[in-house]
Antibody
Framework: QVHLVESGGGVVQPGRSLRLSCAAS????????MQWVRQAPGKGLEWVAV????????RYADSVKDRFIISRDNSKNTLYLQMNSLGPEDTAVYYC????????????????WGQGTLVTVSS | ETILTQSPVTLSLSPGERATLSCRAS??????LAWYQQKPGQAPRLLIY???KRATGVPARFSGSGSGTDFTLTISSLEPEDFAAYYC????????FGPGTKLEIK
C-alpha cells in the first residue's frame, strides 16, 4: 500500500537551514505530483508547496516563498523540502502528501499522507 | 486568494446524532473542495473530494454537498471514531485549508 515517510526534522536555530525528505513506497512515484503541508502546534493545516510529477510546475505559499525549495528525485522515489532562513513561525509538523490528480500536474487533492516530521526553530 | 471559513468552530454531539459542518469560500471555487478528518497525533485523512465524491474506504455515512461558495459535510449518524477535527480545503485557487471544526462528544 501507499507509504510516505518523512525525515530530517529536528531542532534548529533561527536563521539556519534544514532539509526534509519524504520517502515514497507502495506506488509508482514518478507520475504523481507531491505536496508539503505543515501544522504548527495546536493549530490548523497550512499548505506549503507543490511539485508536479516532472518538476516543471512548482508553487509555494506566500509564507515560505523565496525561503523554501521543493524538489524531487524520481529515481530515488523521494521528495525534498529545503528550508532556509528559518524562523520561529516555521515551527510545525511537516507532512508530505500525494496529489491524486492523475495528470501529475498538482491539480488534485491529498489522498495519502505521511506521519509527519517535527521541525522546531528555537535558540 | 480564496479564504475558507468553517463553522461552527466546535460542535458537541452524541453518538448516533447527525452532524452538519459548514465551509464557506470568499469567492466561487466551483466544486473544487475537499474535506479531511484529523485525529489527535495522526495525519489528516481525505474523506471527500470534488465536493461530494467519497475517497476510497470512507463510510457511506459521510457525504458532501454544495457548490460555488457554500459547502457542507454531513455525517448521518455519528460513530465514536468520528469525533475528530475536520478541515475543508479548496483547489480552485491555490490549495489552502479552512481553520477547522472540532467535533467533540457531548
Amino acid at each position: 500500500q501507499v507509504h510516505l515517510v518523512e525525515s530530517g526534522g529536528g531542532v534548529v536555530q533561527p536563521g539556519r537551514s534544514l532539509r526534509l525528505s519524504c520517502a515514497a513506497s507502495g506506488f509508482k512515484f514518478s507520475p504523481y505530483a507531491m505536496q508539503w503541508v505543515r501544522q504548527a502546534p495546536g493549530k490548523g493545516l497550512e499548505w506549503v508547496a507543490v511539485i508536479s510529477y516532472d518538476g516543471s510546475y512548482i508553487r509555494y505559499a506566500d509564507s515560505v516563498k523565496d525561503r523554501f525549495i521543493i524538489s524531487r528525485d524520481n529515481s530515488k522515489n523521494t521528495l525534498y523540502l529545503q528550508m532556509n532562513s528559518l524562523g520561529p513561525e516555521d515551527t510545525a509538523v511537516y507532512y508530505c502528501a500525494r496529489d491524486n490528480d492523475l495528470s501529475g500536474n498538482g491539480k488534485g487533492y491529498f489522498d495519502h499522507w505521511g506521519q509527519g516530521t517535527l521541525v522546531t526553530v528555537s535558540s | 486568494e480564496t479564504i475558507l471559513t468553517q463553522s461552527p468552530v466546535t460542535l458537541s454531539l452524541s453518538p448516533g446524532e447527525r452532524a452538519t459542518l459548514s465551509c464557506r469560500a470568499s469567492q466561487s471555487i466551483s466544486s473544487f473542495l475537499a474535506w479531511y478528518q484529523q485525529k489527535p497525533g495522526q495525519a489528516p485523512r481525505l474523506l471527500i473530494y470534488d465536493t461530494s465524491k467519497r475517497a476510497t474506504g470512507v463510510p457511506a455515512r459521510f457525504s458532501g454537498s454544495g457548490s460555488g461558495t457554500d459547502f457542507t459535510l454531513t455525517i448521518s449518524s455519528l460513530e465514536p471514531e468520528d469525533f475528530a477535527a475536520y478541515y475543508c480545503q479548496q483547489r480552485g485557487d491555490g490549495y489552502n485549508f479552512g481553520p477547522g471544526t472540532k467535533l467533540e462528544i457531548k
